[in-house]
């Protein structure tokens, strides 16, 4: 099974992996008086909190469903997608602001320090993201964990070509210069990550068009008409549906093969799931596929 391989002894790995590149990024930032360090660390602070949000939201994710949450609660994990990515964008600013008050008053940075620090936090942070990458490609959870933690490998490669330019050209505008690239870099992951958990939040599934779903069901030779279709995401990868059928007035046993056609074929076609008919004889036969608002007033 995909889910059961992602255990919590790697879990576990990756947190105390994170808090320890923290805890050496901040006092290699502070000894050697680097801003780009000290985003790193935060940066590096925020995923710890991140892979424990990530492991609680799976863990809850897996539960079955209840007589009170029927759909059971996979929507955890898209939550802590969302909010994960959200710490991203505050951070991402957080940082800009910092950097251009630098930029504005620099201040002396010790490269050797910055050098060594980032070079070993460098090596720890891609240590992590290969643990993840393989449990990654089709959880957004985790992918979010694992875009946050490749984004931090490259933030340190970005610190390490900082700390050598300071070490050798003396040249102290570099720190904030790579801090500001982290920054942007951070906001640039988390944008995808963003605008699709809230577009399964916000009940979308851009991937099917109605229109196309209708002729589909139409091919099927005693369906009349379809109309009233609904379709959501309950996580990432689980297409619901929900829709109406005219059909001639027949038995319900003649009825119920034409639901097991409409079912196979939405299965395979758009790997919807779970779908729900509603047949009818002659009701709604005009009706269209998605109402608009003022549809709605008069739908039966
Ligand atoms: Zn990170
Ligand atoms: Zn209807």
């Not at 504005?104 to 993201?129: C, D, H, K, R």
Request: aromatic fraction near 8%; charge should be neutral.
């Amino acid at each position: 099974m995909e889910q059961a391989r992602f255990s919590g002894r790697r879990f576990l790995l990756i947190t105390v992996l994170n808090v320890t590149i923290t805890i050496f990024e901040l006092l290699g930032g502070i000894v050697s008086g680097s801003l780009a360090l000290i985003s790193d660390a935060l940066h590096n602070l925020s995923d710890s909190f991140s892979v424990i949000l990530s492991y609680i939201a799976h863990r809850i994710g897996m539960r079955s469903p209840t007589p009170k949450n029927t759909y059971g609660y996979q929507r955890a994990e898209i939550i802590a997608a969302l909010l994960n990515s959200l710490i991203l964008v505050f951070l991402s600013v957080y940082l800009l602001i910092e950097a251009i008050k630098r930029i504005m008053q620099p201040e002396q940075v010790s490269g050797g320090v910055m050098f060594w620090t980032a070079l070993i936090s460098f090596v720890a942070n891609l240590f992590a993201t290969i643990l993840l990458s393989r449990d990654s490609k089709h959880n957004l959870n985790l992918r979010a964990t694992y875009l946050h933690l490749l984004s931090d490998a490259l933030a340190s490669v970005g610190v390490i070509i900082g700390s050598l330019l300071i070490f050798f050209f003396k040249i102290s505008w570099v720190d904030p210069v790579v801090t500001i690239l982290v920054s942007l870099y951070i906001a640039y992951e988390a944008w995808p990550i963003i605008r699709q958990t809230l577009m399964i939040l916000m009940e979308g599934s851009p991937a099917i068009d109605p229109t196309e779903v209708k002729n589909t069901i139409m091919t099927i030779p005693s369906v009349r008409g379809v109309h009233h279709f609904h379709t959501w995401l309950i996580n990432e990868n689980e297409l619901v549906a929900s829709v109406h059928v005219n059909l001639a007035n027949q038995s319900l046993r003649e009825t119920e093969l034409i639901y097991s056609q409409i079912e196979e074929l939405l299965q395979k076609k758009y790997k919807i799931m779970h779908v729900t008919i509603q047949a009818e004889c002659t009701r709604g036969l005009k009706d269209k596929m998605c109402f608009s608002k003022d549809d709605e007033k008069q739908q039966h």
